[in-house]
T-cell receptor, first 113, second 111 residues
Framework: DAGVIQSPRHEVTEMGQEVTLRCKPI?????LFWYRQTMMRGLELLIYFNNNVPIDDSGMPEDRFSAKMPNASFSTLKIQPSEPRDSAVYFC???????????FGPGTRLTVL | TQLLEQSPQFLSIQEGENLTVYCNSS?????LQWYRQEPGEGPVLLVTVVTGGEVKKLKRLTFQFGDARKDSSLHITAAQPGDTGLYLC???????????FGKGTRLHILP
């Protein structure tokens, strides 16, 4: 079975541009998580969904960040406008349900110049 | 706010040595997980512990959950270069059983 799929794997953009990161969770998993990882702050939970519904978005840094999950097999994380401090690796993870094992995708390395 | 503190942040040792890394909190967790992350990849689950005092072994890795379910340790015997990576602990707890991650211990085993 395919694991969590993320695209793109790498994204380089200029400050002010819109960035959209995509995630396809493992089929049958009910929970989906978006994380951001940096050396300074470690792995930070941005938002998570349960059955396609956003449950907790308290980790979203500011209004420039938004996430959607229109169906059980697709989610997006959008940054508009992007800033250099948004540079990080963004991970998507899914789990059969909350508090169970999370399966992580390979991540998207975002660089904002 | 629940927090997980991992120590040490960095550890570099010679192949064949033993080591222990720690994951501590003032909060009680219903379960605790250890993940390993290699460069360029996402974290991968190693083990889940759910009972206070529980000990689990995975080859040369020994995981222990504290009696009060507030802390955990990972002991590696005879470390090998393949053990190199970022070790993350993650605890599930709180009202909605959300999982939170520590910042990790970056382990480097020298051949």
């Amino acid at each position: 079975d395919a694991g969590v799929i993320q695209s793109p794997r790498h994204e380089v953009t200029e400050m002010g541009q819109e960035v959209t990161l995509r995630c396809k969770p493992i089929s049958g998993h009910n929970s989906l998580f978006w994380y951001r990882q940096t050396m300074m702050r470690g792995l930070e939970l941005l938002i998570y969904f349960n059955n396609n519904v956003p449950i907790d978005d308290s980790g979203m840094p500011e209004d420039r960040f938004s996430a959607k999950m229109p169906n059980a097999s697709f989610s997006t994380l959008k940054i508009q406008p992007s800033e250099p401090r948004d540079s990080a690796v963004y991970f998507c993870a899914s789990s059969p349900r909350l508090a169970l094992t999370q399966y992580f995708g390979p991540g998207t390395r975002l660089t904002v110049l | 706010t629940q927090l997980l503190e991992q120590s040490p942040q960095f550890l570099s040792i010679q192949e064949g040595e033993n080591l222990t890394v720690y994951c501590n909190s003032s909060s009680v967790f219903s379960s605790l997980q250890w993940y390993r992350q290699e460069p360029g990849e996402g974290p991968v689950l190693l083990v889940t512990v759910v009972t206070g005092g529980e000990v689990k072994k995975l080859k040369r890795l020994t995981f222990q959950f504290g009696d009060a379910r507030k802390d955990s340790s990972l002991h590696i015997t005879a470390a090998q270069p393949g053990d190199t990576g970022l070790y993350l602990c993650a605890g599930a707890g709180g009202r909605d059983d959300k999982i939170i991650f520590g910042k990790g211990t970056r382990l480097h085993i020298l051949p």
